[in-house]
């Protein structure tokens, strides 16, 4: 039986059930690190400010070093009758040291050191999804790079609309990461706050210095409310939102490979490693990763929701349920963190079917917003233009031919603006290259967008 840092309260034994139902163990032994980083900083602030003698500060820094190696090396396995990580290390550390670890707990709580268990926990991770991200856009630019020549079909409620640079499309993603990034970085600075110190809910009596420890921490700031502190989980809830984007984006570009992948669309082919067969279809190559990524995505908003559902109704200050805030977290934390690397990974491998893409764009509807913006040049309405090149394409559809096939007699009978100059307007490369507006699919423009992308992703 292990000694919970409650139990002079209480008489008895906690029962068998209501204990496997409270303990936090299993899970939050993820934190130990934090805690153990955490509790130096504390230790070192005790005996800074006299609270604790120098002696029990050198014995308690020492002890939890050794516990860190442990952490740090794979060697550290909890005890599962330790009620949470806080317990277990507690205990650890007074085998290691004796006396003096009862000494540790002075001039703080299970409140505040949990919280800033997470907030540790969150700052680490948030900097590696940055990272993560970081790598799947320069994965995409590099990839954008090697296809500025490729021409595709553009598509709005998933039919053909205008054709644009693949590597266009490509940077589109790279937007989106972007985004992603930025949220995560404001994260991070709402998140960048020391709680330690605020104990239970009022502060402390003591003498203590929090400042000191949110600069051994490397903290940006500390808490200025003690009730917030440890009542606060928005950070978590923000994360989890900031999660539940990035992972709906990598959902939406998975759902993009995975048409283009089909037989019906053939544009492109992924690496076998990161596709399966069928188990009765010799010929099937099924792209299941991003069937899978695209499928766990899923899961992130899921668990932002029972965050936000647990926190909704929670009066300050702490309150047990705030205990199941880790499962969703975590949870959430690593799949992304799985998921990042396989996106990287899989645009690195994929080939381009320049033939098939050929075909189809191999359609001269693809141009009728530059035949109607030829009109405009002339000086026609937007409205009548659109009328005009409409009732052309029905015509040329009702017919079976191109607009190609029209002579100038023929054109001038649907505007007496239409000179044969038009017809160059009918070419893949014309009607990416006549595009002039920032940020659009002009092959000059794009090229710039790719370099100014490679430099500020280095």
């Known amino acids: 039986m292990t000694k919970r840092l409650w139990g002079s309260r209480f008489t008895g034994k906690l029962s068998d059930l209501a204990e496997k139902f409270t303990y936090s163990i299993d899970y939050d032994s993820k934190l130990a690190l934090y805690d153990c980083l955490g509790s130096i900083a504390h230790a070192q602030m005790l005996g800074k400010q006299g609270i604790i003698p120098k002696k ?45 670890a009862d000494k540790l707990h002075t001039a703080r709580s299970r409140n505040d050191q949990v919280t800033l268990d997470v907030k540790m926990y969150c700052l680490d ?66 998140t960048n706050i020391n709680p330690l110190g605020s104990c239970a809910l009022s502060g402390s009596s003591l003498p203590t210095d929090r400042n000191y420890v949110t600069r051994q921490l490397g903290f940006g700031s500390t808490a200025q409310n003690s009730m917030d502190a440890v009542a606060d989980r928005d950070f978590i809830i923000e994360l989890l939102s900031d999660i539940s984007i990035l992972g709906m984006h990598l959902s939406r570009m998975c759902e993009d490979l995975i048409l283009w992948v089909t037989s019906e669309f053939d544009f492109i082919c992924i690496n076998d490693a990161f596709c399966t067969g069928s188990s009765i279809m010799p010929h099937k190559k099924n792209p299941d990763v991003l069937e899978l990524i695209r499928g766990t995505a899923s899961k992130f908003p899921g668990r932002l929701m029972e965050l936000l559902v647990l926190m909704k109704s929670l009066p300050l200050t702490y309150n047990r349920d705030m205990q199941m805030d880790k499962p969703a977290l975590f949870d959430c934390v690593e799949t992304i963190e799985d998921m990042l690397p396989l996106m990287t990974e899989l645009f690195g491998g994929i080939k381009v079917n320049k033939k098939k893409i050929a075909k189809a764009i191999d359609s ?95």
């Open 56 to 100: 029990d500060v050198a014995a308690l820094v020492r002890g939890l070093k050794q516990l860190v190696k442990q952490i740090e090396s794979g060697k550290y396995k909890y005890n599962p009758r330790c009620e949470d990580v806080h317990t277990d290390i507690q205990e650890k550390l007074k085998k290691l040291i004796g006396a003096p």
């Open 125 to 190: 991770h948030i900097d590696n999804i940055i990272t993560l991200t970081r790598d799947l856009q320069k994965a995409i630019v590099a990839f954008a790079g090697k296809n500025t020549d490729v021409i595709i079909p553009a598509y709005t409620h998933l039919q053909s609309a205008q054709l644009v640079l693949m590597s266009h499309h490509m940077l589109a993603y790279v937007e989106m990461l972007e985004r992603d990034k930025g949220r995560l970085y404001g994260c991070h600075k709402r």
């Open 364 to 458: 001269q509807y693809f141009y009728s917003v530059d035949i109607l913006e030829y009109l405009v040049k002339k000086g026609v309405s937007y409205r009548e233009a659109h009328d005009t090149v409409g009732v052309m394409v029905k015509q040329c559809l009702d017919r079976g031919i191109k607009i190609s096939d029209l002579s100038l007699s023929e054109l001038k009978k649907y505007s007496k603006l239409f000179e044969t100059d038009v017809k160059k307007l009918l070419k893949p490369e014309v009607s990416v290259k006549i595009k002039r507006s920032v940020g659009s699919t002009n092959p000059a423009m794009v090229k710039k967008q790719i370099e100014t992308w490679k430099k500020k992703l280095k």
